[in-house]
C-alpha cells in the first residue's frame, strides 16, 4: 500500500513569494498528480508526470524518482493561488490514487 | 463535452434514509472512479469500473455500499442505511485508459447525513 505524505499542511505567503509543498510516497508509482481544490470540492489536474519537470505559467512540478519526491512550486503567488494544493501517486496498471493529505495555501494581498 | 459532471452537488438526509448519487463521466473515458473525502483528508478510493465491469472494491465500502455503472456510461452509488459517518464529499473521476492516465473530477456531491 502505498503512502503518500505531503508538507507543509497549512502554508500563508504575502503575495509575490515563491511557493514550494513537497510530497513524498512509499513505493514505486506510474505517475504522481498534482491537484488543485477551491472551496467547494471540485478538483482539477494541474500535473502529470513520471519523470523530470513540467512547467504551467507559474507552477512547475518536478519528480526525483529515485527519492520518491516531488515538489510543486509556484512563482510570484497571487491570492487567486490561494486554494487547496493535493499531491496523489496512481499505481500501475489500475491508475487508482493515493492522495496526500493536502497543503491549504492562503496569499496574501 | 463539459466535462465530469455529478448529481446532486449536495444532499442533507436524515439517518437510515438511502441516498443515490449519479456521475456522468467524459463519454469517451471507459475508467470511472469513486472517491470519497472527509473534512481535512485527501480523497480515499472506494471502487473504480472499467467500462461497466467494477474491478476493484475498497474495504472502505461497506455492504451498505453498492455502485453500478450499467452500459458503461454513467455510474449511481448507493448508500443505504445512512449513518452520520457517512458524511463526506463524494467524488468521481473518469479517465482513458492508457499506460498513464490523467483523471478528470467532478465537482463532487457534498453528502450530510442529520
Known amino acids: 500500500k502505498n503512502e503518500v505524505e505531503q508538507s507543509p499542511q497549512n502554508l500563508t505567503a504575502q503575495e509575490g513569494e515563491f511557493i514550494t509543498i513537497n510530497c513524498s510516497y512509499s513505493v514505486g508509482i506510474s505517475a504522481l498528480h498534482w491537484l488543485q481544490q477551491h472551496p467547494g470540492g471540485g478538483i482539477v489536474s494541474l500535473f502529470m508526470l513520471s519523470s523530470g519537470k513540467k512547467k504551467h505559467g507559474r507552477l512547475i512540478a518536478t519528480i526525483n524518482i529515485q527519492e520518491k519526491h516531488s515538489s510543486l512550486h509556484i512563482t510570484a503567488s497571487h491570492p487567486r493561488d490561494s486554494a487547496v494544493y493535493i499531491c496523489?501517486?496512481?499505481?500501475?496498471?489500475?491508475?487508482?490514487?493515493?492522495f496526500g493529505t493536502g497543503t491549504r495555501l492562503t496569499i496574501i494581498p | 463535452d463539459t466535462g465530469v459532471s455529478q448529481d446532486p452537488r449536495h444532499k442533507i438526509t436524515k439517518r437510515g434514509q438511502n441516498v443515490t448519487f449519479r456521475c456522468d463521466p467524459i463519454?469517451?473515458?471507459?475508467?470511472l472512479y469513486w472517491y470519497r473525502q472527509t473534512l481535512g483528508q485527501g480523497p480515499e478510493f472506494l471502487t473504480y469500473f472499467q467500462n461497466e465491469a467494477q474491478l476493484e472494491k475498497s474495504r472502505l465500502l461497506s455492504d451498505r455500499f453498492s455502485a453500478e455503472r450499467p452500459k458503461g456510461s454513467f455510474s449511481t452509488l448507493e448508500i443505504q442505511r445512512t449513518e452520520q459517518g457517512d458524511s463526506a464529499m463524494y467524488l468521481c473521476?473518469?479517465?482513458?485508459?492508457?499506460?498513464?492516465?490523467?483523471?478528470?473530477f467532478g465537482q463532487g456531491t457534498r453528502l450530510t447525513v442529520v
Open positions: 463519454s469517451e473515458h471507459n475508467r
Open positions: 473521476a473518469s479517465s482513458f485508459v492508457a499506460a498513464i492516465s490523467e483523471a478528470f
Open positions: 496523489a501517486a496512481s499505481n500501475f496498471g489500475n491508475e487508482k490514487l493515493t
